[in-house]
């Protein structure tokens, strides 16, 4: 599975946006580019997958260069409830998910 | 349920105990997760199942710890003689493959405590 490298931490003020960088230069062709995020004490909550085009839903968008080496997660309008530790995943043809250490966001007020 | 439930949210064992954990997964999902995370650290995979295949097993840390999945649902995650460094939460995860989409839904966890 490729492995992905993240920033150990970033800040962003509350109603900005939050664009969290990831980097992922050995993902195979096959292979998705998933982001989940993991609020204090709680389970993983899955974000938004892409494989290469970008994505959107009602959480957050996905930008995905063309030679899919890196992606950028971005959360238009960062709330105080949106401080979590954010993982950058690239998922294997098996499905299996493998977790790194993640981005620690702090949004403050 | 509509989520993974998994079960007890807390255990407390004394060491060298023998415990275990259940998971639900949502009802069609054929994917099923074990992770296992340390306080103040990330997610460590240990066991995933899909479907009728051989589970993989690669992140098991020692043979004290095993897992299987009855009829393709319910998950229990046993480990043998605990020791005192295996109290961590154990979050467990379930997927519906779409295409190669591997969108997982994760249960709160079990707090283990081995004291």
């Known amino acids: 599975d490729a492995k992905t490298t993240q920033p150990p931490s970033m800040d962003c003020a509350e109603g900005r946006a939050a664009n969290l960088p990831c980097n992922h230069s050995?993902?195979?062709?096959?292979?998705?580019v998933y982001w989940y995020r993991q609020i204090h004490s709680q389970g993983p909550q899955y974000i938004i997958h892409?494989?290469?085009n970008n994505e959107t839903n009602e959480m957050a968008s996905l930008i995905i260069t063309e030679d899919r080496k890196s992606s950028t997660l971005i959360l238009p309008h960062a709330t105080l409830r949106d401080t979590a530790v954010y993982y950058c995943i690239v998922a294997s043809n098996t499905g299996k998910l493998i977790f790194g250490q993640g981005t620690t966001l702090q949004v403050k007020p | 349920g509509a989520g993974v439930s998994q079960s007890p949210s807390n255990k407390v064992t004394e060491k060298g105990k023998d415990v275990e954990l259940r998971c639900d997964p949502i009802?069609?999902?054929?994917?099923l997760y074990w992770y296992r995370q340390s306080l103040g650290q990330g997610l460590e995979f240990l066991i995933y199942f899909q479907g009728n295949s051989a589970p993989d097993k690669s992140g098991l840390p020692s043979d004290r710890f095993s897992a299987e999945r009855t009829g393709g649902s319910v998950s229990t995650l046993t480990i043998q003689r605990t020791q005192q460094e295996d109290s961590a939460v154990y979050l467990c995860?379930?997927?519906?493959?779409?295409?190669?989409?591997?969108?997982?839904?994760f249960g709160q966890g079990t707090r283990l405590t081995v004291v």
């Open positions: 892409g494989l290469k």
């Open positions: 995860a379930s997927s519906s493959r779409r295409s190669r989409a591997t969108e997982a839904f």
């Open positions: 050995t993902i195979s062709g096959n292979e998705y």
């Open positions: 009802s069609g999902h054929t994917a």
